[in-house]
């Protein structure tokens, strides 16, 4: 499976953003599909997953109620609703799928088999 991000850009402290994960050469409904962020200097982080069947989602404490993520198995990609953005969440966002992730627990981990290059967001205050 083959994914890319896109979306990125620079915005406002407040403003909204939605970040697309276009996934080719697979069966897109059969993924999990997750999204991660790293800031400068600092680790990749989970951000917001969903599953493959969109009946369950997670999300970080730092998004929860501010991001929504979703998925339309139809075209093949995930989105990452972000509002209420922050300087702090600023980062290079990436997408990742996996078809054995299944639990709510795996969804949050790095375990993803197949990852996107990173879309850059970059939120000023």
């Known amino acids: 499976v083959q994914l890319q991000a896109f979306g990125g850009g620079l915005v406002r402290a407040g403003d909204s953003l939605t970040l697309s994960c276009t996934a080719s050469?697979?069966?897109?409904?059969?993924?999990?599909v997750g999204w991660f962020r790293q800031a400068p200097g600092k680790e990749r982080e989970f951000v917001a997953a969903?599953?493959?069947?969109?009946?369950?989602?997670r999300y970080s404490d730092s998004v929860e109620g501010r991001f929504a993520v979703s998925r339309d198995n139809g075209k093949n990609t995930g989105y990452l609703q972000m509002n209420s953005l922050k300087s702090e969440d600023t980062a290079v966002y990436y997408c990742?799928?996996?078809?054995?992730?299944?639990?709510?627990?795996?969804?949050?981990?790095?375990?993803?088999?197949?990852w996107g290059q990173g879309t850059e967001v970059t939120v000023s205050s």
């Open positions: 050469g697979g069966t897109f409904s059969d993924y999990a």
């Open positions: 969903i599953s493959w069947n969109p009946g369950m989602t």
């Open positions: 990742a799928a996996d078809s054995w992730i299944t639990t709510a627990q795996a969804m949050g981990t790095m375990r993803y088999d197949y």
